[in-house]
C-alpha cells in the first residue's frame, strides 16, 4: 500500500535571482561554479545572493570581487560588477559608495586580502564607518595560490611557506579581524560566524542579510567574517573540513557578535544637491569680470613706457616676504602687465629663509626665475648674503637693518639700508615692514600706478585695519626712499 | 573676455577640473603638491563632488579606480615617492580601461629626494611604473595657465581613450602664481554607458584587468594598442618657438622651457641661430616634429632636470641623424640662463669649426682613425 507523504515544509531547488541564468562569463562548464567540492564560498555566495533577493536590491547591487578564490565572483552574481587590485576592495567600495550613495556595495574579501595586503583599507574604511558591507571569508590560507601562509592561519598549521607549522616566532599569532575592528568607533555592526554545521549556516545567512540591511537603511559600516571550509588546500574530505571549522577554527575565531550599534546608529546626512552649472565659477571664486577694453589697460601701459622689472624678495618666515610679492605681481595685473610670482617652497618655509621671484613685465615674460634682479628686498643679514652678489648692476639693494655689512658692499649697485622693523613698529606693528619696503621698490620702479597698489591690497589683504596701516606703512616707504635718496 | 586673476598653477588644476565635470578628487598630501589636494577639499564639497583624503595613495588611487568606475570624473594629485606607490592602480586602471587624470607635481628623488624641483619621474611617468603593456597619457604645462588649459584637456583625453592621463609638472609649474583664464565652459557630469553605477541600465556591467583566456588577454592588448596609437596620430602637441630654421635647436619642458625661451630670445638678439622645441604632449610624443626640424637643425640640445630621461625620447626621434647634447641640472637646482648661454655659445663655436658629430659620424672617425694607425704601424715593421 502507498500513500503520499506530504511535506511539512517546502523543498526549493530554484536558484537566487541575484545570480545568472548560466555563467556565461566563465567560458565552460556554465552551469557549475569554479569553486571545489565542500568549499565555503558557494553557500555565502547562496547566502549574499538570498539577501539581495530578499531586500529588493538587485538594480543598486554593486559587488567588488577580490583576488583569491573568490576572484571570479563577477561570474555568477548578476548586479554590478568590479574586480579590484589585491587588498583594496574596501578602498574601491569607498569611492563608489560616496560616488553613487544609492547603489549597495559589496566588498567580498578572503583572508588574505583582507588581513594581509589589505590591512590598512579595511582598518580605515571601517575607521571612516563607510556605509559599505564587507563579507570577509576567512578558511585560514592563502588557496587560491596553493596553499601559504595567511595571517590568520592557526598556530601549529601547515602550509607551503610553513611547512612545519606556524609559529608565533616567525609569523606571529591569527590575527583576530571581527575583535580588532571593533576596537573602532565607527562599525555599526560586527559578526563572526561559521559554516561547521547547519545552525551555523542558518546564523550565517541571518548575519550577511543583516549586514546588507544595514547599509541599505544608511546605518554605516558591517562586516560579516565567515569561518570557511577549504577542504583542497588543508587536504581533508568536505564533510572533515567542516568538522574542523567547527571544532577547531572556532577555538581561535570565537563566533559571536562584536558590534552592534544598529540600534543608535543614523543614517549619514545626504550629500548637499549639486548647484546649476551656471553658479560654478561664482562658488569657485572665478571672477566672471568681462573687460571692457581689454587694450586699453595695456595701452596706457605700454603709452607709458617700457617694463621690464625682475625683483626678489627675501627675508625670514613670517616677515611677509611672500606677501610682499604678491601684492607686487597683484598690483602689475591690475596695471594691465604680465607677471609672475615664485615661491620658494619646502623646508626653508618652515624656519630660516623665505623669498619669491617677482616679474613685471609690459612684454610676455619668458622665465619667472629671477636670476639677476633689479631689486633686491633683502629683509635680514642671511637673504642679504645669499643674493647680494646676483643683484644686477645699476639696481638697487633695499636692506633692512641699521648698518649694511661691511663685506657685503657693492660699489656697482645702490643701496638703501634703513631699520624698515623699527619704523614699522613705530607706525604701528612691526609686521608693516614688508610693506614700508615696498613702497621704496615703488618708487625705484616707478611703474605701477597707485589706483593698482589699492587694488592689489583690497583684493589680497582681507582686514580694513590692515589695509589702512599697510597703506600709511607704503607712504612711509615712499617718503624714505626720496628722504634718504635725494642727490643719489 | 574673462578677466585674469592671479593664481597658483596647483590652485588653477582643481578649478579647471571642476569646470570639466570632475566631481571626485581623492588624494594623500605631498609637497609640491598638497596645495591641488587642499584646494580640492575646499571646492570639491560645495560643487556636489567628493573629496576624500585617503590613507595612503595605494588607497587613493583605489578610490579614483572607484569613482571611475562609477562613471564619476576623477582625479588625485601627487609626487615622486607618492606616484611610486600609485602604479600598481593605475596598471589596473589602464587595463581595466578606466578614466582619470592624476597630476604629478614632480619633486627630488630617488626615494625621499628631497622637495626641490626635478623632472626626474619623467621615465615612471611616460613609460609606466606599473606592470604590462600600456602607456599613459602625459601631458606637460609650463605656465599657470597652461596648468589650467591641459587639465580640462586631460578630462577630455581621458574619457576619449578610457585610460588614466597624467599632468606632469615641476614644482616650480605648480608652486607659480600668474594670470589665469579659464576659457573652458562647464561640463555636465554624465554617467557614461560602460560604468557600474549601481542601476538597472548598468547593472549587466563589469570592470576589470583581468583575462584568463590567453587570446582573450592578447585581443584586449591589441585593442589598447590600437587606442595608444590612435593617441599617436591624433593628440600630438608641442611648441615650436624659433625652431623652423634653428641651427641648435633646445628641447626641453615645464620650466625648463621658460628658462630656454629666454636663452633662446638673448642668443637670437647675440646673432645664434637658435630655437627651442617644447613637447606639450610627452606621450604621444612629438616624433614628427623632431623628424620636421632635423632637416635644417646641425644639433639638439635637451636640457633637463633629471639624470637624462626625455634625452632617451629625443635621442629615438632624432634617430642618429643629428648630434643630440646633454646638459642638465638635480637635486631641486635649476638650470641657470648664464650656464645656458654658456652652453648655446660653445655649440655656436663647434659648430662654426665643423666640430660636432653624431654618434655614427664619430664611430667612422674612430674606426678610420684606428685603420691609419694601423696602416702606419705596418709601414714600419
Known amino acids: 500500500m502507498s500513500s503520499v507523504i506530504i511535506p511539512e515544509y517546502e523543498v526549493t531547488h530554484s536558484r537566487p535571482n541575484a545570480f545568472n541564468k548560466s555563467y556565461e562569463r566563465k567560458g565552460e562548464l556554465k552551469h557549475a561554479t569554479h569553486y571545489c567540492p565542500g568549499c565555503g564560498h558557494g553557500n555565502v555566495h547562496k547566502m549574499l545572493a538570498e539577501a539581495i533577493d530578499q531586500l529588493g536590491i538587485q538594480d543598486r547591487t554593486i559587488l567588488i570581487s577580490p583576488v583569491g578564490c573568490s576572484v571570479f565572483a563577477y561570474y555568477y552574481f548578476d548586479v554590478g560588477n568590479v574586480q579590484a587590485a589585491h587588498g583594496r576592495a574596501p578602498a574601491v567600495a569607498t569611492a563608489m559608495k560616496r560616488s553613487r550613495p544609492e547603489s549597495i556595495l559589496i566588498s567580498y574579501q578572503g583572508d588574505g586580502d583582507l588581513t594581509a595586503i589589505g590591512a590598512a583599507e579595511i582598518l580605515h574604511a571601517a575607521n571612516r564607518g563607510e556605509n559599505i558591507t564587507v563579507i570577509f571569508v576567512n578558511n585560514g590560507i592563502y588557496s587560491m595560490t596553493g596553499g601559504q601562509v595567511a595571517p590568520t592561519t592557526l598556530v601549529g598549521q601547515k602550509s607551503t611557506t610553513t611547512p612545519n607549522g606556524r609559529s608565533i616566532e616567525n609569523e606571529g599569532y591569527p590575527m583576530r579581524v571581527c575583535e580588532l575592528l571593533a576596537t573602532l568607533e565607527a562599525p555599526v555592526y560586527i559578526e563572526r560566524v561559521g559554516l561547521g554545521d547547519n545552525k551555523q549556516i542558518a546564523q550565517a545567512t541571518r548575519a550577511i542579510k543583516r549586514a546588507v540591511e544595514n547599509q541599505s537603511k544608511g546605518l554605516g559600516f558591517s562586516l560579516v567574517e565567515v569561518l570557511s571550509p577549504c577542504p583542497t588546500i588543508w587536504k581533508m574530505s568536505a564533510v572533515d573540513a567542516q568538522h574542523w571549522v567547527r571544532g577547531v577554527m572556532e577555538k581561535t575565531y570565537p563566533l559571536g557578535v562584536y558590534c552592534d550599534k544598529t540600534k543608535d546608529a543614523h543614517p549619514r546626512t545626504p550629500h548637499a544637491p549639486a548647484p546649476p552649472l551656471s553658479e560654478l565659477r561664482k562658488i569657485m571664486g572665478i571672477t566672471s569680470e568681462e573687460i571692457s577694453a581689454p587694450e586699453v589697460k595695456q595701452e596706457i601701459a605700454a603709452d607709458k613706457k617700457k617694463v621690464d622689472l625682475h625683483v626678489r624678495v627675501a627675508g625670514f618666515g613670517g616677515q611677509g616676504v611672500l606677501l610682499l610679492g604678491e601684492i607686487l605681481a597683484e598690483a602689475g595685473l591690475d596695471a594691465g602687465m604680465q607677471v609672475s610670482w615664485l615661491p620658494s617652497y619646502g623646508p626653508e618655509m618652515r624656519s630660516g629663509t623665505s623669498n619669491c621671484h617677482v616679474r613685471i613685465s609690459s612684454e610676455s615674460i619668458d622665465s619667472p626665475l629671477v636670476a639677476l634682479p633689479d631689486v633686491l628686498i633683502a629683509m635680514n643679514e642671511p637673504s642679504l648674503r645669499k643674493f647680494d652678489a646676483s643683484v644686477r648692476p645699476g639696481g638697487w639693494v633695499l636692506y633692512n637693518g641699521d648698518t649694511f655689512p661691511g663685506d657685503c658692499e657693492r660699489k656697482d649697485v645702490n643701496v638703501l639700508a634703513l631699520p624698515f622693523t623699527n619704523i614699522a613698529l613705530e607706525i604701528g606693528d612691526a609686521r608693516a615692514a614688508n610693506m614700508v619696503m615696498l613702497g621704496a621698490l615703488l618708487e625705484i620702479a616707478d611703474a605701477l600706478p597707485q589706483a593698482s597698489i589699492d587694488a592689489a591690497l583690497n583684493r589680497l589683504v582681507k582686514s580694513k585695519k590692515w589695509i589702512e596701516l599697510d597703506e600709511r606703512a607704503l607712504q612711509m616707504g615712499r617718503e624714505l626712499y626720496h628722504e634718504a635718496c635725494v642727490g643719489v | ?381
Open chain 2, 1 to 381: 573676455m574673462h578677466k585674469k586673476q592671479l593664481m597658483k598653477g596647483n590652485e588653477a588644476v582643481v578649478r579647471s577640473a571642476i569646470l570639466a565635470g570632475c566631481r571626485g578628487f581623492y588624494g594623500y598630501p605631498i609637497t609640491p603638491a598638497s596645495e591641488i589636494t587642499e584646494t580640492a577639499a575646499e571646492l570639491m564639497p560645495k560643487v556636489g563632488g567628493v573629496f576624500l583624503q585617503a590613507e595612503s595613495e595605494v588607497a587613493a588611487i583605489n578610490m579614483l579606480y572607484g569613482a571611475s568606475s562609477a562613471g564619476v570624473r576623477v582625479m588625485t594629485s601627487s609626487s615622486g615617492p607618492g606616484i611610486s606607490l600609485m602604479q600598481e592602480g593605475i596598471s589596473y586602471m589602464a587595463g581595466a580601461e578606466l578614466p582619470c587624470v592624476i597630476a604629478d607635481i614632480s619633486r627630488g628623488g630617488p626615494g625621499l629626494g628631497n622637495l626641490g624641483s626635478e623632472q626626474s619621474d619623467y621615465h615612471q611617468v611616460v613609460k609606466g611604473g606599473g606592470n604590462g603593456s600600456y602607456r599613459t597619457i602625459v601631458l606637460a604645462p609650463y605656465s599657470a595657465q597652461e596648468m589650467a588649459d591641459l587639465t580640462a584637456w586631460a578630462f577630455e583625453l581621458a574619457d576619449k581613450y578610457r585610460n588614466p592621463v597624467f599632468l606632469l609638472a615641476d614644482g616650480f609649474v605648480g608652486q607659480m602664481m600668474e594670470p589665469v583664464e579659464f576659457t573652458n565652459a562647464a561640463v555636465e557630469p554624465k554617467v557614461p554607458d560602460w560604468a557600474v553605477a549601481g542601476t538597472k541600465e548598468s547593472r549587466g556591467n563589469l570592470i576589470t584587468s583581468l583575462h584568463m583566456d590567453n587570446d582573450e588577454l592578447e585581443a584586449h592588448l591589441k585593442k589598447l594598442e590600437a587606442k595608444y596609437m590612435q593617441a599617436e596620430r591624433e593628440e600630438v602637441r608641442s611648441e615650436s618657438y624659433f625652431a623652423d630654421d634653428a641651427e641648435i635647436v633646445l628641447v626641453g619642458y615645464g620650466i625648463v622651457a621658460r628658462i630656454l625661451k629666454a636663452v633662446t630670445v638673448a642668443a637670437r638678439a647675440a646673432g645664434i641661430n637658435v630655437g627651442l622645441l617644447r613637447p606639450i604632449t610627452l606621450y604621444p610624443f612629438p616624433t614628427k616634429e623632431f623628424e620636421r626640424l632635423r632637416k635644417r637643425a646641425k644639433v639638439f640640445v635637451v636640457v633637463e632636470m633629471s639624470n637624462g630621461q626625455l634625452i632617451e625620447d629625443v635621442r629615438l626621434a632624432v634617430n642618429g641623424a643629428r648630434p643630440v647634447e646633454f646638459h642638465n641640472r638635480q637635486g631641486g637646482n635649476v638650470p641657470t640662463h648664464d650656464e645656458l648661454m654658456a652652453l648655446v655659445n660653445r655649440l655656436a663655436k663647434k659648430l662654426a669649426e665643423d666640430k660636432l658629430f653624431t654618434d655614427a659620424e664619430l664611430h667612422v672617425k674612430e674606426t678610420l682613425a684606428k685603420v691609419a694607425a694601423e696602416e702606419e704601424r705596418l709601414a714600419h715593421v
